[in-house]
């Protein structure tokens, strides 16, 4: 059974600062997605990472991927109070219809000024 | 905006009730996936639907059953609600494939009293 487990569970950081989101998964996969949740609203799409190596930016965000070590990052550059929110990491074993996914239980981000 | 929609968005049963859930999934994509998220919680597969067929069932009880129609929007069907189904429920769809993401419709919030 595929677990996805997610560290830490809650981050509290101030505005300016640099963090990393860790998500480890149990077996192998090479698709990996990033969401966004805010109270109360759905998941938000922010990275597809589809291959070992695989890296990708947008603003503050930046996600990496390492099937090796089964270990997927989120880093957070000069971290900013919109940035608050839960983000989960998702795995898709390599079905050929995709969204079959498995998700971490979620880190929940406070940014506080 | 994803292009999926769920219907309802709110919803109050009673326990032992039956309940329907809609989704119509983004243009063009033929697969529709239902997660079930409880509060506090990530996202847990429900099930799959392909091309009008089940295709994948995550460990939920014959209870939760589904649908998919030719225009490849879905139903979720609960029966026998108890307290403990109240989530969020959330569709996704896309298009079958590797290199393929899944878009979130916004969610029906079930309450079961």
């Known amino acids: 059974e595929l677990k996805v487990e997610q560290n830490p569970l809650f981050l509290s950081m101030q505005e300016g600062k640099n963090y990393t989101i860790y998500c480890n998964y149990s077996?192998?996969?090479?698709?990996l997605y990033w969401y966004r949740q805010d109270p109360g609203k759905s998941l938000e799409s922010l990275f597809v990472l589809l291959s070992n190596g695989a890296v990708k930016q947008e603003g503050r965000l930046m996600a990496s991927l390492d099937t090796k070590a089964r270990l997927s990052t989120l880093h957070i550059t000069a971290a900013v109070h919109d940035l608050s929110a839960t983000y989960f990491c998702a795995v898709d074993p390599g079905s050929l219809t995709a969204s079959k996914l498995t998700f971490g239980t979620g880190t929940r981000l406070q940014v506080t000024l | 905006e994803t292009g999926v929609t769920q219907s309802p968005t709110h919803l109050i049963k009673t326990r032992g009730q039956q309940v329907t859930l809609r989704c119509s999934s983004q243009s063009g994509h033929n697969t529709v996936s239902w997660y079930q998220q409880a509060l506090g919680q990530g996202p847990q597969f429900i099930f799959q639907y392909y091309r009008e067929e089940e295709n994948g069932r995550g460990n939920f009880p014959p209870r939760f059953s589904g649908l998919q129609f030719p225009n490849y929007s879905s139903e979720l069907n609960v029966n026998a609600l108890e307290l403990d189904d109240s989530a969020l429920y959330l569709c996704?769809?896309?298009?079958?494939?590797?290199?393929?993401?899944?878009?979130f419709g916004q969610g029906t919030r079930l309450t079961v009293v």
């Open positions: 996704a769809s896309s298009l079958a494939g590797y290199d393929t993401e899944a878009f």
């Open positions: 077996t192998t996969s090479d698709r």
